[in-house]
């Protein structure tokens, strides 16, 4: 079920990272620093709401599905949920509309806000359509459904800035394009629930469970986000946006490919452990494990190498300088926040332990918190940077420690040093290169990067490609004879 979702899902792959260093390119120039800010203030006001009230029924979703569908209780399942999403939108809906009026702040923030909070409705249904396809294995239907959004929102949100909706119209062009992907999924969705009913247990055993996951989410979100409202009551809005054009060069980029491997690899742990125990969990999560390390460490370094020139290319004029600064470092806290995420995190769902998830989060976002205002007034951006790098890196100790307790996990050590031996072979290599500025260097670092790191992962036999490659290769020669 893994590889097969890693290959199905790997369009989707490829729409996200085109379509985020778009977005950089487009949105960096297009906007100003000031309004780059806004719409950064408001993407995380946006994500913060969407994780508080609708997260804990996408994620109760997604584990409970292959147990209900064991039982044959899924018309319930679904109808449930349902019910529960009605309940939450309506609740959510007054309570936002009576904030906006109420707070008393600037325009173009208040605006930008009230776009995110109106495209959470649209985005958490189509969330939890997606989240149902990922755990039946309909990995087209996922795929597709995320890279309708993803794109569609893009075009959205391009078209919103030409009619001078300013830091708004990236926030509201996402809502845009789930809206559009909801118009054809919504009837599939609702008749998912035909002949089941609301089950009031069904829906508090689902809180139970996922309820620590939303508020864990919310300490990862405060996690991602502190630096910002400090960076910008310390320093101004422009000086987030020039933090976030760098925060999003680099952790885009390899955020893309965590949430690809996590697509897969989430669904595969849980049928592995549903039908094969914890001797089936453990060779699923090390062949995944082994994969993870294999593409996200070079990917991490890789982009600090380049970062200068990656800036030069993606970013505007005005946010170049800082997002340079920014990337090598977000680099390093995106690549532990992902293995957290995608890796260590596991534990928790898997072991419906989520209440320690919930003490895992705390952890490193109490660290983020003080290291923030010890470290943002006194170094600005670098601060901040310095901050999360540490903040993300404690996290993913505190989860991978405190995640025993819940579902052991294996750590594979042998695969964690050749993956180490590959990448700095690969970093060696492109340090010693000239750095000849903007879109040369670019190209000339990361494909000389590139083919270094491919020859020295198929030398060392990283996450088995070699052998798996040979595998194929001989079971397609023998079908071809016979």
Wanted: charged share 10%.
């Amino acid at each position: 079920m893994f590889w097969r979702g890693v290959v199905g899902y790997l369009p989707m792959n490829i729409v996200q990272a085109v379509v985020g260093l778009l977005s950089i390119a487009v949105f960096t120039r297009a906007l100003s620093p000031a309004e780059y800010g806004v719409y950064a203030l408001a993407f995380a006001g946006m994500n913060l709401a969407h994780t508080l009230v609708f997260t804990w029924m996408e994620a109760a979703m997604a584990r409970f599905y292959a147990p209900e569908a064991q039982a044959g209780l899924l018309p319930s399942h679904f109808a449930t949920l349902h019910r529960a999403w009605a309940i939450a939108a309506a609740g959510f809906t007054a309570i936002a509309a009576m904030a906006l009026i109420v707070w008393p702040g600037a325009l173009p923030v208040k605006i930008a806000i009230a776009s995110g909070l109106g495209a959470i409705l649209a985005r958490s249904l189509a969330k939890l359509s997606q989240e149902r396809r990922r755990a039946a294995g309909d990995v087209k239907g996922a795929a597709l459904i995320n890279i309708a959004q993803t794109a569609g929102g893009f075009v959205a949100g391009v078209g919103l800035i030409a009619l001078g909706l300013g830091g708004a119209a990236p926030i509201a062009g996402l809502g845009v394009g789930a809206a559009v992907v909801l118009a054809f999924i919504l009837p599939v969705e609702l008749r998912q629930g035909a002949g089941g009913a609301f089950e009031r247990d069904k829906a508090l055993s689902y809180i139970g469970f996922g309820v620590p996951v939303s508020l864990s989410l919310i300490l990862a979100l405060a996690l991602a986000t502190t630096d910002r409202f400090i960076l910008a009551g310390s320093l101004g809005e422009a000086s987030v946006g020039a933090y976030q054009a760098g925060y999003t060069l680099s952790n885009r980029t390899l955020d893309v490919l965590f949430i690809w491997l996590g697509a897969a690899g989430g669904p595969a742990l849980i049928m592995a452990l549903e039908r094969g125990g914890a001797e089936g969990l453990a060779r699923s999560a090390r062949e995944q494990a082994g994969f993870m390390l294999a593409l996200a460490m070079p990917a991490a370094l890789g982009v600090a190498l380049v970062a200068k020139p990656l800036a030069d290319v993606m970013v505007g004029p005005a946010l170049r300088v800082g997002a340079a600064q920014v990337t090598p470092w977000i680099a390093a806290s995106a690549l532990c926040l992902g293995l957290t995420n995608g890796y260590t995190h596991q534990a928790f769902t898997l072991g419906r332990r989520t209440g320690l998830l919930l003490v895992a989060m705390s952890v490193p976002a109490v660290a983020n918190l003080g290291l923030c205002l010890w470290l943002i007034p006194r170094f600005g951006l670098l601060g901040a940077v310095w901050a999360t790098t540490a903040s993300y890196a404690i996290g993913l100790v505190a989860s991978a420690v405190i995640g025993r307790r819940a579902q052991p996990m294996p750590i594979p050590l042998g695969a964690i040093a050749r993956t180490l031996v590959a990448t700095a072979v690969m970093g060696a290599s492109v340090a010693a290169l000239p750095a000849l500025g903007g879109l040369a260097e670019l190209v000339l670092k990361a494909g000389v990067g590139a083919a270094i790191y491919a020859a020295a992962a198929w030398i060392l036999d990283l996450a088995e490609l070699r052998s798996r490659g040979r595998r194929a290769l001989s079971a397609l020669r023998a079908r071809t004879a016979t």
